[in-house]
């Protein structure tokens, strides 16, 4: 059953269409890799999907209901946000600012519980950071800060996750690390959407890949089907080759696609790119 | 670690409670007579009563009242805002106040409807909080926010000076630019009651938006996605900052850099922590204003230093350094 559902999502901003008719379903236990380059309208459609853009077409169901009906707390407690780029503005210590996760549970009179903080101990071990724990937060590397804001969405305990671009600044070892975490997630029942770049980690842990291109999806499939040379020549550009098979398959990108890649055509045949 | 925040502060909150309690001691005792404290339970006209109960009592708690709501302002703002720079007076919030307040003494207002002199305060704080969020909210820059600032706490600041102008006599003048240093000073337990329950509304307000600012640590999106309805949380943050610090602006004057002061020197204590800061600023503020009031009553000047002249002594050069501390780490 889907637990997440958008369709015909349009945004326009100052005269420019960043989203046209995108649309994702999410289903129970799934992770989905969200690809495509950069501009393609990924964290648009991303935030969107937690409302915190307001479409000017289309909408978004979470559980069957219309997001945009369901109040903040309501949201918090069903989708789990990291943002890009998220910033921490005060020197607080990594443990506080992945409690943090815990304020959709939590009331004014209310501190940290201890059901709190066994969710709290759990998830610094899931994204390895036990040993940061009581640093401030601003002193951490851009790998270890993602991790502790990663931390904090996991803190949510939300049946969805969506998770813009976690494993960008990280060595190949929290990379790994971080994707095997969202795929136990979804295999323990929890669904998952993470913005990725690397197309060899997107198809290896991805149950279902969509990709983006110009504010359109234009292919949503099983994570083989929808990475193919062909595809990754017109809409990133590039020439790539891919090797290997069933979960071992690698995307190994060669260079710039020969000849260049021809516009993005668009299915109703205007060239937008 | 666990349990209710106020728990993991208790030795912290305990400690500055007592400090503002020995304030509040000292200051009832200080004076140009020696009065007892026994003064302020003794009954009838004695000379010890009324000095206590009528001159000493509404001082002191009309400090306690003011540094306390301006220390919580401050610490609310500074959440909101993820700024360590911001405070009613230095957005101009004060200024802004003060402006509502002249706007009432001017015109005569006051002797039509006591009620005036506070809600022009809170009315004109409201309207310069409003529009700094308008110029500057979104973006947690010190730059926008300190310009955006200077600019409200100019024109309310020209307007003022407006008033000045064209006031019918120097007397008036005076009147009106006195009362802007800011004091204490001969002020009546019905200006206390009449501000006190504007102030608790507003620190209700406040203090109920600190999980709000906790979360937004994390920036807009995350607090969003935590569940906070950040139009709602700015709307309670704006009207709880100017029910809280106008009436004080409005009995006192302007009485600067409190609640720049008192949120940075607490913030250590209580782990940086947004929601933590705000109880223990309350205290704070209190005990930094008594402690200030105690100052210009002892500092031997021909006549009496103003409270806000004090409080700006100290607090601008305060100021000058958080901004080179805040460049530097945001350099």
């Known amino acids: 059953m889907s637990v997440l559902d958008a369709n015909g999502l349009t945004v326009i901003r100052s005269g420019t269409s960043i989203l046209r008719e995108a649309g994702l379903s999410l289903a129970d236990g799934e992770i989905v890799g969200l690809i495509g380059p950069n501009g393609a309208g990924k964290t648009t459609l991303l935030r969107c999907l937690v409302n915190l853009i307001n479409p000017d077409r289309g909408g978004v169901r979470v559980n069957g209901r219309p997001v945009a009906t369901l109040s903040r707390p309501e949201i918090a407690r069903e989708v789990a946000y990291l943002a890009q780029n998220a910033g921490v503005h005060w020197p607080m210590s990594v443990e506080r600012i992945v409690g943090l996760g815990r304020l959709p549970y939590s009331s004014t009179f209310r501190g940290l519980g201890r059901r709190d903080w066994t969710v709290i101990e759990r998830v610094l071990e899931e994204t390895d950071i036990v040993h940061l724990r009581d640093r401030q937060a601003p002193t951490l590397s851009g790998g270890e800060r993602i991790r502790m804001l990663l931390a904090s969405a996991l803190a949510v305990e939300a049946p969805i996750l969506l998770a813009d671009e976690p494993i960008s600044g990280l060595d190949p070892g929290h990379q790994l690390q971080i994707m095997q975490l969202l795929r136990d997630l979804a295999r323990r029942g929890r669904s998952v959407v993470v913005v990725l770049h690397d197309l060899t980690l997107a198809l290896r842990y991805c149950d279902r890949i969509v990709l983006m291109a110009d504010g359109r999806v234009v292919a949503d499939d099983q994570a083989a089907g929808v990475l193919t040379e062909e595809r990754l020549a017109r809409v990133y550009g590039i020439e790539a080759q891919i090797h290997g098979d069933g979960g071992n398959r690698i995307v190994v990108p060669i260079g710039p696609a020969q000849p260049p890649a021809r516009p993005f055509e668009t299915p109703t045949g205007k060239r937008s790119a | ?331």
């Open chain 2, 1 to 331: 670690m666990s349990g209710p925040p106020l728990l993991a502060d208790l030795p912290l909150l305990a400690g500055l409670a007592v400090l503002v309690a020995v304030l509040a001691g000292a200051s009832l005792m200080i004076g140009e007579v020696a009065v007892p404290m026994s003064g302020l339970f003794a009954d009838g006209n004695s000379t010890a009563a009324i000095i206590m109960q009528e001159i000493r009592l509404p001082r002191v708690l009309l400090a306690l009242a003011i540094g306390g709501t301006l220390g919580l302002a401050g610490a609310a703002l500074q959440g909101l805002l993820r700024n360590p720079l911001a405070e009613p007076g230095i957005i101009g919030a004060s200024s802004s106040a003060a402006l509502g307040a002249v706007i009432v003494l001017y015109f005569g207002l006051f002797n039509l409807f006591p009620l005036a002199l506070p809600l022009a305060a809170i009315a004109g704080a409201v309207i310069a909080i409003a529009l700094l969020f308008a110029l500057a909210g979104r973006d947690p820059s010190v730059l926008t926010l300190i310009l955006a600032g200077i600019a409200l706490s100019s024109l309310a600041g020209a307007l003022i000076s407006l008033a000045i102008n064209l006031s019918p006599d120097a007397l008036s003048a005076s009147e009106i630019v006195f009362w802007l240093l800011g004091s204490l000073k001969d002020r009546s337990m019905d200006q206390f009651f009449l501000s006190l329950p504007f102030m608790a509304a507003g620190a209700l307000l406040l203090l109920t938006t600190g999980r709000a600012l906790d979360a937004l640590t994390l920036g807009e999106d995350m607090a969003s996605t935590l569940g906070f309805d950040l139009k709602r949380v700015r709307v309670q943050l704006i009207a709880g900052t100017a029910l809280a610090v106008g009436p004080g602006v409005a009995v006192a004057g302007v009485v600067g850099f409190v609640g720049l002061v008192v949120p940075h020197l607490l913030r250590p204590f209580v782990g940086h922590e947004p929601r933590r800061l705000l109880l223990a600023s309350t205290f704070g503020g209190a005990a930094l204003l008594l402690a200030a009031d105690i100052g210009v009553r002892l500092i031997p000047t021909n006549v009496e230093m103003k409270l806000g002249v004090l409080t700006a002594l100290v607090g601008a050069p305060f100021f000058l350094f958080l901004i080179f501390k805040v460049r530097r780490s945001m350099a």
